[in-house]
């Protein structure tokens, strides 16, 4: 079993930057692929990054390729998503998945989610 707790979002102006976090529980997290999601409203859940276990892949849509970075501290247990160069249509609630195999893009392929922070950029 893995918890995951996100932090970090907020308000921001377009063009800021934010940086989420997710806290994993579990003293396997280090063998579980991460990734964030986005869902804004009326809109399906969407990929926005994934992270290989071990930290030496990473996978973005062409919609934050180059604004948007994943990062991962297993000594921490934690996984990081930094935002560059914000546009309001990033407006959603982010939330961070878990699974125990190879990167995937999909929502029905991630097995744990934390509850969502809510990020909203303004014009």
């Known amino acids: 079993q893995v918890q995951l707790v996100e932090s970090g979002g907020g308000l921001v102006q377009a063009g800021g930057s934010l940086r989420l976090s997710c806290a994993a529980s579990g003293r396997t997290f280090s063998r579980y692929t991460m990734g964030w999601f986005r869902q804004a409203p009326g809109k399906e859940r969407e990929f926005v990054a994934a992270?290989?276990?071990?930290?030496?892949?990473?996978y973005y849509p062409d919609s934050v390729k180059g604004r948007f970075t994943i990062s991962r501290d297993n000594g921490k247990n934690t996984v990081y998503l930094q935002m560059t160069s914000l546009k309001p249509e990033d407006t959603a609630v982010y939330y961070c998945?878990?699974?125990?195999?190879?990167?995937?893009?999909?929502?029905?392929?991630?097995?744990?989610w934390g509850q969502g922070t809510q990020v909203t950029v303004s014009s």
């Open positions: 998945a878990a699974r125990a195999s190879a990167i995937q893009f999909t929502t029905t392929d991630y097995d744990y």
């Open positions: 992270i290989s276990w071990i930290g030496g892949s990473t």
